[in-house]
Nanobody, 119 residues
């Protein structure tokens, strides 16, 4: 059984930075894609950033140049460094593990951590 546990959320002012961490409890394949999603009130959950086992990252257009995703498989951890935060970045952030080994496709989610950006 795989569990994901996020930490690092909080409240900041616009322009400030915040870092999120997520630890994976249990074993997972190194080729699994890890990612961060977010869900703002009244909106659907959306991809923020993801990183493959080969450390190829992709970002939502809204966070490109401001957010950086990274992973450390030795620590079973995924990170999201968020700089120049905007009010519209306010959301619950979820880490995600996407394991695909056809025909198996497994998705795991953390419990979420609140990020609030306000003046």
């Amino acid at each position: 059984q795989v569990q994901l546990v996020e930490s690092g959320g909080g409240s900041v002012q616009p322009g400030e930075s915040l870092g999120l961490s997520c630890v994976v409890i249990g074993n997972f394949a190194s080729f699994s894609t890890l990612g961060w999603y977010r869900q703002a009130p009244g909106k659907e959950r959306e991809l923020v950033a993801s990183i493959t086992g080969g450390h190829m990252a992709r970002y939502a257009d809204s966070v490109k140049g401001r957010f950086t995703i990274s992973r450390d498989d030795t620590k079973k951890a995924i990170y999201l460094q968020m700089n120049s935060l905007k009010i519209e970045d306010t959301a619950v952030y979820y880490c995600n593990l996407d394991h695909r080994s056809p025909p198996v496709h497994e998705l795991y989610w953390g419990q979420g951590t609140q990020v609030t950006v306000s003046s």
